[in-house]
């Protein structure tokens, strides 16, 4: 069965802090792993990793993915406040269509 | 403007009602999902159809039904048979085929009481 493991469950910094969210898998045939941003109301995309060790970048946002390790992390640099926000990470099921979601990474940053 | 729209955002119910959730998508694709999201969860897929006219059951289907009977349009049906309907609904769409980023409607809350 495809799993899809996200730590911590919850985190709290303040503003200006470095944040690492991490994001563990197993799945059948893996193809990509998404990460994504949710305030409240819909995930919007934030990155999709498909090559091992090939960082990602969006501003103060990064991701990379170790395919022999089975995870991938998320940076976000000089944490604002608008960053707070449940990240999500996905990997296709193994149908090849949805997404299997883990539970997500609630993140705080506090002024 | 492109994207999915959900409606309505809040909706109410008393125990032994069906209700339908509207979800529609003018971003032409071809995919369309049905997501339950639970307070501390992730999303947990209901439904899926990628093209009109076929829908595949995803982990939780039980008490739910869906019609893809347009492309643009993936209505959910929560029924009397869903035990604990009360949660955070998702629809998304995306292109299909293996590009696998999805674009999610803003969500219908129901609370069934």
């Known amino acids: 069965e495809d799993k899809v493991v996200q730590s911590p469950l919850s985190l709290v910094v303040h503003e200006g802090d470095t944040v690492t969210l991490n994001c563990s898998y197993e799945v059948t045939n893996f193809r990509s792993l998404l990460w994504y941003k949710q305030e409240k109301k819909a995930p919007t995309f934030l990155f999709m990793l498909?090559?091992?060790?090939i960082e990602k970048k969006s501003g103060r946002l990064s991701s990379i993915l170790d395919k022999k390790e089975l995870f991938s992390i998320l940076n976000i640099t000089a944490t604002q406040t608008g960053d707070s926000a449940v990240y999500l990470c996905a990997v296709p099921a193994n149908s090849g269509y949805a997404l299997n979601f883990g539970k997500g990474t609630s993140l705080l940053v506090t002024p | 403007d492109g994207g999915i729209t959900q409606s309505p955002k809040y909706l109410f119910r008393k125990e032994g009602q069906n209700v339908t959730l509207s979800c529609e998508q003018n971003l032409n694709h071809d995919a369309m999902y049905w997501y339950r999201q639970d307070p501390g969860q992730g999303l947990r897929l209901i439904y899926y159809s990628q093209i009109v006219n076929d829908f595949q059951k995803g982990d939780i289907a039980e008490g739910y039904s869906v019609s893809r009977e347009k492309k643009e349009s993936f209505p959910l049906t929560v029924t009397s048979a869903q035990k604990n309907p009360t949660a955070f609904y998702l629809c998304a769409s995306s292109i299909g085929g293996t590009n696998y980023e999805q674009y999610f409607g803003p969500g219908t809350r129901l609370t069934v009481t």
């Open positions: 498909t090559s091992s060790g």
